[in-house]
């Protein structure tokens, strides 16, 4: 995990976005590369507005090209090697092509219906076509720390097997990790099986269980909080397009809930 792609965008959840990357991108001593998309303003013509159009979009334009400045102008300050590339397009489409040399992708979990970048829904459309876990982070989480406590959500899955080898480089990095399984795993995989893996890359997990007839997400979240966790690690279910058919309910409602940062792969 060395090639970190992160969103940037002027939108409620940059700063977190950035915070994040960054934080991941000294960790593990890698590149980070800030792509600006450009997303040109809804218009509905009719015969008489075409001046006022162009304006709009030759606004929106000279707005993003002063806020890619202020990006670089930001990332020139940090102590990461860093890149930003400038596009114009729709943000999930754009992510997912300039992925492809990537290893990580940073975006956000959830954000306001107004904002012009549908958040979850970029997520969803990420987790099943890029091919690269995601690491979504709560617009309102001020600060990653990827030396913290770890949380994976363990249901032995071929999509949790996915998630948790693409979240083995930061692992390493957690003081401690705990694998948590809820109402045991109904995946071929074992969390002794999980377990043995991370030791195999000197990590010892702890392992824990826990039984509930109400809401797995709930469990996961509460044992976020309990244990202080910097993040989440779990994997993502479904074929659908939309990310209410892509993601499964404890997905989607760890998605819409978790107050850290959710490592996930499909």
């Not at 979850?120 to 995601?134: E, F, N, Q, T, W």
């Not at 809820?182 to 000197?202: I, M, T």
């Not at 826990?210 to 074929?239: D, L, P």
């Amino acid at each position: 995990m060395r090639n970190i792609l992160v969103l940037v965008h002027e939108d409620e959840g940059q700063e977190s976005r950035l915070q994040a990357a960054l934080s991941v991108t000294r960790g593990v001593g890698g590149h980070l590369t800030a792509l600006d998309v450009f997303v040109i303003p809804m218009i509905v013509a009719d015969p008489w507005s075409g001046y006022a159009d162009a304006t709009m979009v030759r606004t929106a334009s000279e707005a993003d090209a002063t806020h890619c400045s202020r990006i670089e102008q930001r990332l020139a300050r940090e102590d990461v090697p860093w890149s930003v590339a400038k596009v114009t397009g729709e943000p999930a489409e754009e992510l997912r092509l300039a992925a492809e040399l990537a290893d990580l992708i940073v975006v956000s979990s959830h954000g306001s219906k107004q904002s012009i970048v549908a958040e979850r829904a970029i997520v969803g459309d990420l987790a099943i076509k890029s091919g690269r876990p995601i690491l979504a982070v709560p617009p309102e989480c001020v600060s990653f720390d990827p030396t913290g406590r770890a949380l994976v959500a363990w249901d032995g899955s071929h999509a949790a097997n996915q998630a948790l080898r693409a979240a083995t480089p930061l692992l390493a990095l957690a003081e401690g990790v705990t694998v948590m399984v809820v109402n045991e795993s109904d995946g071929p995989f074992s969390s002794k099986e999980a377990a043995s893996y991370l030791s195999r890359h000197g990590i010892e997990p702890r392992i824990l269980e826990r039984t509930t007839s109400g809401s797995i997400a709930g469990e996961i979240i509460e044992q976020t909080r309990n244990e202080e966790a910097s993040y989440i690690v779990m994997g993502a279910f479904g074929r659908g397009r939309a990310v209410e058919a892509l993601f499964g309910g404890v997905t989607r409602s760890v998605l819409a809930g978790s107050p850290v940062p959710l490592l996930l792969a499909h």
